[in-house]
DNA sequence: GTCTATACTTGGATAGAC
DNA sequence: GTCTATCCAAGTATAGAC
């Protein structure tokens, strides 16, 4: 009964391997690039230092590992909180929450720490951006589907707003995570909310639900 | 006619911190926080790795002279830029002719990757953290100069919108630099001073500059 | 002030026992 | 698959000669 799968048949493997992306994730969020060592990992993992090489072959391909997880969790997650939107309000609404969330379990820093340690990294730099691309495909998406039905599709592009989303969600991050203090992040949201509502009333409501929303 | 001066007598002791401080900012923009050992600033430096220690007393030391270093030069020319702006579009202008500058110069880069390693040197966030505010607040003194006239002054407030300038500033900075590859940046500047031209002419021309500029 | 030499520490990576 | 033991490279920092 066991070792029938294509799995191999040790127990614990994929525990481990799970255990060590998950103490990557958390070195790099607490400790940055340069703390996150095959020896600190593994700490976190609470297993043996050799074993990061055992299962992942360096240690950047375990960091690259834990960007890949964080990337995929989001990936699904944002796309949930983003169908449910239906203007630019919404929009706001789901990128404060999803920030929130991102900020707590690190997953933003996972990214910002991956982007800055690139450059102490031969070859990294190409990986780490190939990872990042979808975040960038996915804001272009959110923001296409909800700015064409404002004024502002004609001034503004999906995808360098895009990237200015990424970009901005990268630095604020960092800022909040440096000093420990997001309100100032949070205060942002407050603000780019009500431009967006006021937005949405220069384009006028749309025929569809004019008010109280009613099932048919 | 030596050592007279409050200087101390010895002959190259300037040059060298400044040949250091040099360095240390090209290690941080070329081979990130990870790679900006006392060794290679020293190599960059074309000096012996112990000065490191004899001058700054750690390398972190050194690394927060060059954000200082790096600060003080920004501040003194985004005045001289900004000053020259009169209007939202100017200051755009302003922004991306100074953020190309930055760019090349690394010195975006020395921020973002102090920012970054803040995390894995205990102690480091804090002074690091006080060396941004004044970035913070002079962007939100430029803003707040050149939003009061415009319709935008009611919705946004100078400092929340500065902490997301520089947030913004941040992260363009670390995207540009992980794929070698500014356009989207640049595209996005375009895209900005569109929308203040736009926004400039909804508060409407004020009483002066209303067309051909002569002098009295 | 600058250099050489060196002590000490940490980290990446591999070999081999279990 | 996991551990112990070990090698080697690189980094911080200090002492002492010049």
Partial sequence: MKAVMGRPAAAGAQETRDALVRGAI??????GFAGASAREI?????????????????????????LDEVSAARHAHYQAAVERATGLGELVDAAEAVFEEDLDAGHIAVLAEMIAGASATPGLAPEVAARIAPWRQFAADA???????????????PDVAAHAVVALYLGLEMLAHLDGDRTAALALFARARELAVLVEALSGPPEGEPGGREKP
Same sequence: chains 1, 2.
Wanted: glycine share 10%.
């Fill in 42 to 66: 593994a700490r976190r993992a609470g297993c043996n230092q050799s074993l990061v090489f055992y299962h992942f072959g360096s240690v950047t391909n375990l960091l690259l590992a834990a």
């Fill in 26 to 31: 958390d070195a790099l969020k607490e400790q």
């Fill in 143 to 157: 923001l296409g589907g909800v700015l064409s039905d404002t004024p502002l599709s004609g001034v503004i592009e």
